[in-house]
């Protein structure tokens, strides 16, 4: 069974930093790992992916901000996000590719505001 966890979000002032992590399990050669957001009422957008060769891909809203790294020995995906903005207050979704296959966390909240 897949399994994709993510863990350290919360609630952080304008300015901030948190910093997320996603490991997977009962998955192996994953070739992309990446990072959604979904704000209420909005749909869920790309924040940033990156491939085991670690290519990465930013959206242009979090671009010298935010940084996506990986373990591929763990599985396991950050994402380094700096100089929060409470337009970054959103659920954050992981996301697994192996070949055609997809797979999503559960999602985890990140809130902005003073």
């Known amino acids: 069974q897949v399994q994709l966890v993510e863990s350290g979000g919360g609630l952080v002032q304008p300015g901030g930093s948190l910093r997320l992590s996603c490991a997977a399990s009962?998955?192996?050669?994953?070739?992309?790992m990446g990072w959604y957001r979904q704000a209420p009422g909005n749909q869920r957008d790309l924040v940033a992916t990156i491939t085991s060769t670690e290519t990465t891909n930013y959206a242009d809203s979090v671009k010298g901000r935010f940084t996506i790294s990986r373990d591929n020995a763990k599985n396991t995906v950050y994402l380094q996000m700096n100089s929060l903005k409470p337009e970054d207050t959103a659920v954050y979704y992981c996301?697994?590719?192996?070949?055609?296959?997809?797979?999503w966390g559960q999602g985890i909240q990140v809130t902005v505001s003073s």
């Open positions: 009962g998955i192996f050669s994953i070739s992309l």
């Open positions: 996301r697994a590719l192996r070949g055609t296959r997809g797979f």
